[in-house]
Structure formats: C-alpha cells, structure tokens
C-alpha cells in the first residue's frame, strides 16, 4: 500500500503522519517494523531498498515513513523504479507513506514521474493545502 501526503500545510501533514504511525502501533503492538526514513541523504534510499526487500521476522505489516523523496532528481528516479519494481501499491507487507511539504506544481517540476507514481487511484493521497480564514 502508498500513502501519499503532501502540501505546504506541514502542520497538518505532521498531524496526519503522526495519527498513521499511531493506528499502526494500535494494531500492531510490537512497532519493530517501523521505519522512517529523510531521503535528503543518499544513504538512506539503500536503508529503504534494503528494508522493502526484507521480509519481517515476526511476519508482521511494515510500515515505511519517507520524506524529502522529491528532493534530488537521482532520488526521485529510483524511488520511482522502486516503487514500480516491488508493486508498492499492491503490497500486502508493507505500506509506504511518503510525505512531502510542497505543493502539486513543485513536485511535478521536480519529478513528474514520482508524482504520477504516487497519485495513482489506486493509492491513499491527501493534499494539505493552506486553509483560508473562514475553514
């Protein structure tokens, strides 16, 4: 499964990511198979490969927390063959929840593939946009 999170609102974001994490260890009590992962540095996306291809010791749902995805044009791209490689969307072991502060133009311009990857129907998206003075 892909959550896609994204929007300048990062306050909201935050919320959001925080309540997933928590579901997750509502449901599965141990938390060892949380992962989070800043992909602002290039060691970290060969951490996510290897933990998307491990499978878990205790057969347990993964849940894989990444952020700053669209930050290098080189991360993007493999993310985008990873993603495609290993059936994110339709994995039944693990979810991949990417989080992104930046708005729809932005993450098109920086990665236009990931973007599509990401927003497929058969993903979780929401978008956090700035609220105006009435919401």
């Known amino acids: ?16 990511k925080k309540n997933i994490i928590k579901e997750y260890r509502k449901k599965h009590s141990s938390g060892v198979n949380i992962f989070d992962f800043d992909l602002s540095d290039t060691d970290n996306l060969t951490r996510l490969l290897e933990t998307i291809k491990s499978s878990s010791f205790f057969n347990e749902h993964k849940l894989i927390v990444a952020s700053n995805a669209f930050s290098k044009k080189v991360i993007a791209d493999q993310l985008s063959n990873v993603i495609d490689i290993y059936d994110i969307a ?11 502060p930046t708005n729809e ?12 990857l990401a927003t497929d129907k058969k993903n979780i998206v929401k978008t956090f946009d700035p609220l105006d003075a009435t919401k």
């Not at 499964?1 to 959001?16: A, E, V």
């Not at 339709?90 to 992104?100: G, K, P, W």
């Not at 133009?105 to 599509?116: D, T």
């Open 90 to 100: 339709t994995a039944s072991d693990a979810t991949l929840l990417l989080t992104e």
């Open 105 to 116: 133009k932005g993450l098109v311009v920086k990665n236009e593939i990931l973007f599509k």
């Open 1 to 16: 499964m892909l959550i896609f999170l994204y929007g300048p609102d990062t306050y909201r974001l935050q919320q959001t």
